[in-house]
């Protein structure tokens, strides 16, 4: 029975092994891999200093990549919350097949993006893609989404929404079937129209749930759209949607460029604790909870 107390420690070391070996080492190594330079085939390292971090920040390639990474994420989130939240708002009706609705809007969140990313190229196809079919028996004209600027970059922000999407409905669905009653009837006693239900009482209520979702949004938009990315349009044309995770992919696997993208998995992950830091400091104070 001495061992009693040793049991939590006994029981969580199997998670805290793989943790350990699979997580928190390949983070180590790769921050100490950023101030060396290392041959393609890993043999060969010379301590460089910051010298890679000096070349990254003087390649004009990563400041597009940084840029349309900040385009890719500021409009990914914000159509996604927003869209997110005014389609939970029609699910949350009564009306008649809404169980079915809600089935086939939540159908992309149970696709991989790889595959999501599949579907779209097949639906973008400049020959026999639906879109474009739809398109010129509209306009008489048909668009090269996938190796035009910008339209690349639309496609992109596109798809990835319409993946995305279904986990801000759920959870904003959820949140709106918690809200009691008696303060919907309050606000309609008091004369509030429908908009102002909508955006003054039920959207401040939901604000734990925007903020978890923002922050989701965020970190699904930054890293998973690498499976989008590389079946759409491997980042191409011209690096129009090479974003920071994917410059990482090409630099690692494509180029040899270890150490280098080394230095940007450290870059990406100072950006990101930053990012969050900042939300948690000032975007918190907008949240009410109950």
Known sequence: MKWGKYTPYLLLAPTLIIIA????????????????????????????????????????????????????????????????????????????????????????????FTIGGALWTFML??????????????????????????????????????????????????????????????????????????????FPMLSPITFYLVIMNITNGMFQSFGIIDIMTRGGPLGSTTTLIYKLYQDAFFFQKTSLAAAESVVLFIIMSFITFLYFRFGEKRVHYQ
């Open 21 to 112: 070996l699979f997580i928190y080492w390949p983070a180590i190594n790769s921050f100490l891999m950023s101030f060396y330079k290392i041959s393609p085939f890993g043999d060969k390292r010379i301590f460089a200093g910051v010298d890679n971090y000096i070349k990254l920040f003087e390649n004009e390639a990563y400041w597009e990549a940084l840029k349309v990474t900040f385009i890719y994420i500021v409009t990914t989130v914000i159509i996604v919350v927003i869209l997110g939240y005014l389609i939970a708002q029609l699910l949350d009706n009564k009306v008649f097949g809404v169980r079915i609705y809600r089935t086939l809007i939540f159908v992309p969140y149970v696709i991989s």
């Open 125 to 202: 196809n400049p020959v026999a893609g639906h879109v474009n079919y739809i398109l010129s028996r509209i306009t008489g004209e048909s668009i090269n989404w996938l190796n035009q600027v910008p339209y690349a970059l639309i496609s992109i922000i596109v798809s990835s929404v319409w993946k995305m999407l279904p986990f801000s409905i759920i959870f904003y669905l959820a949140g709106l079937q918690s809200i009691s009653e008696s303060i919907i009837e309050s606000s309609l006693i008091d004369g509030a129209n429908v908009w102002q239900r909508m955006w003054k009482i039920k």
